[in-house]
C-alpha cells in the first residue's frame, strides 16, 4: 500500500465509534500508539470490526481496542466465534447472523492485507472474538 500516512489508532477508533450504532455499546481504547496506514481503509477496518461486535455481541456489548509488540486488537464480550469458524469468517458472504451480509469481515481481511499486515481471530478475554492485527508498522515515538 503506498498512500499511507501516519494514524494515531486511539483518535481514529474513537471517530469510528461514533459512526457505528452501538446503543449503549462502548469502546475502550487502551492503545497509545501511531501506525503507518490507509486513514481511510483503516477507518472501514474499526467500523467493520465494532458492527460485527454489536451484530454478534449485542447492543451492550463492551469492546477495547488494544496494543500488542506488532500490532493491535479488537476484542469484544460477545458469544466468540467456535475455532473451526474462525478461518471461514472473512470468507466472502460467510455470516452466522439473519442480518449479516458476509461482506465485513471480507472487507476487513482484504484491508489488512492490502497493508502487508496479518489478522487471525481467537478468544478474547471475557470469551467473546478477538481480533488480532499484526506485522503492522508503527511510528516510532
Not at 1 to 17: E, F, G, K, Y
Request: net charge negative.
Amino acid at each position: 500500500m503506498s498512500d499511507t500516512q501516519p494514524v494515531d489508532l486511539a483518535t481514529i477508533a474513537d471517530r469510528c465509534r461514533e459512526n457505528v450504532q452501538m446503543e449503549q455499546g462502548r469502546v475502550i481504547t487502551t492503545v497509545d500508539r501511531t501506525v503507518w496506514a490507509d486513514s481511510s481503509r483503516l477507518k472501514q477496518v474499526f467500523e467493520n470490526l465494532f458492527r460485527n461486535a454489536v451484530e454478534h455481541g449485542g447492543p451492550e456489548v463492551t469492546v477495547t481496542v488494544g496494543e500488542l509488540t506488532d500490532g493491535f486488537y479488537v476484542e469484544d464480550d460477545g458469544a466468540g466465534i467456535p475455532p473451526d469458524e474462525r478461518n471461514a469468517v472473512f470468507e466472502l458472504g460467510y455470516s452466522q447472523s439473519a442480518n449479516g451480509t458476509g461482506f465485513g469481515l471480507n472487507i476487513v481481511k482484504q484491508i489488512v492485507d492490502a497493508h502487508d499486515w496479518q489478522i487471525r481471530v481467537t478468544d478474547g478475554t471475557d470469551g467473546g472474538a478477538r481480533f488480532e492485527i499484526t506485522n503492522v508498522n508503527f511510528v516510532n515515538k
